[in-house]
């Protein structure tokens, strides 16, 4: 089942006229590792949108969707924060992610997209 990144990576690969073989030499993977990426075999690594976006220098709209795709992918998200209030809320918010309403969660999101922006 392909997945929301790898129809994104196909696309751009498609719009750049690149094989499956291009992009692993640009991305510097293999090839068996970005189509098993591409099928949804195997889950993308954290930081791998960051590479994509960087070695075809995306624009931001095209940088936003592969970003959201590898998020839509990814089943699990390490976070490792460094300061300790960090860790705290990165607990808590682990512990209550799933119980929090929609509405609350679209807040969260928004907040934490405002952040992002500054």
């Known amino acids: 089942m392909t997945t929301p990144l790898g129809k994104e990576l196909r696309k751009l690969r498609i719009d750049r006229e690149e094989r499956l073989l291009d992009m692993a030499a640009n991305l510097d993977v293999s090839v068996a590792f970005l189509s098993a990426v591409e ?3 195997k889950e993308p ?11 075809y220098d995306l624009r931001s709209d095209v940088a936003d969707r ?5 998020d839509q ?5 390490r976070i490792a924060p460094k300061d300790p209030l960090a860790r705290d809320a990165v607990a808590l918010l682990a512990r209550k992610i799933d119980e929090l ?3 609350r969660l679209e807040e969260l999101l928004r907040v934490l997209k405002k952040e992002g922006d500054k």
């Open 39 to 41: 099928s949804g075999r």
């Open 73 to 77: 992918s990814r089943k699990s998200f």
């Open 66 to 70: 592969i970003r959201h795709a590898n």
């Open 101 to 103: 309403p929609t509405s």
């Open 45 to 55: 690594p954290n930081g791998f949108s960051d590479r994509v976006v960087a070695a």
